[in-house]
Each structure stands twice: as structure tokens, then as C-alpha cells.
Nanobody
């Protein structure tokens, strides 16, 4: 199973980006999906997750009110608004072991290769 994250890029502070995550198989259909990020020299951190049905979402405090996670039958999305320089990182999507949301990266089985998000001040 491969996950493909896309949609990253360079944006000015206050701007928006929409990340997408697709799977090589229908691995999303019964699983929660999460977004994580890792900035240079820092540990990977949780951003947001969504349950298998798309009816429940969870966000890190840093993402609340600015980011929105959603999903359809094929992809999971992360809409990022009001971006800040501290949001600069490589963003990864991951497919959870279970069907619900999870902020714990140990609860994820498959990981994508990441997409770079750079926010300039």
C-alpha cells in the first residue's frame, strides 16, 4: 500500500494551501487517516485526523480554527488557511490501524512520502 501526499508548496504568511492524500488501494475505506508534520530539527507532530466515515475529526491545538480535514471516497484533504511561518514542515498523511481518529503516530500503519509546505514571512 502506498500513500501519496500532494499539494504542498511555497506560500506567504496568511495564505492557504490544500493538501491531498491518495492511496494506491482502497485502504482508506475502513480506516481513519491522519496528517502529521515534521519541521527541520524537530520531532514529527500530529496535525489532524478523521475517522473512516468522515463524521469525526480531531485537531492539534496549533491547527484548530485554521485547518480543516475532510475526506471523500478517494482522498483525504487538509485545507490550511491563515498559514504561519511556523507551519513550515514536511506534511505526511498516514492510514490508521483503526477506524477512528488518533493523535498517536503509533496508531498508524501506512505512511506517505510527505509534501513540503513552506510559509514565508
Amino acid at each position: 500500500v502506498q500513500l501519496q501526499a500532494s499539494g504542498g508548496g511555497l506560500v506567504q504568511a496568511g495564505g492557504s494551501l490544500r493538501l491531498s492524500c491518495a492511496a494506491s488501494r482502497r485502504t482508506f475505506s475502513n480506516n481513519g487517516v491522519g496528517w502529521f508534520r515534521q519541521a527541520p530539527g524537530k520531532d514529527r507532530e500530529y496535525v489532524a485526523s478523521i475517522n473512516w466515515r468522515g463524521t469525526d475529526t480531531d485537531y492539534a491545538d496549533s491547527a484548530k480554527g485554521r485547518f480543516t480535514i475532510s475526506r471523500d471516497n478517494a482522498k483525504v484533504y487538509l485545507q490550511m488557511n491563515s498559514l504561519r511561518p511556523e507551519d513550515t514542515a514536511v506534511y505526511y498523511c498516514a492510514s490508521a490501524l483503526g477506524a477512528s481518529t488518533s493523535a498517536n503516530d503509533r496508531g498508524y500503519r501506512y505512511w506517505g512520502q510527505g509534501t513540503q509546505v513552506t510559509v514565508s514571512s
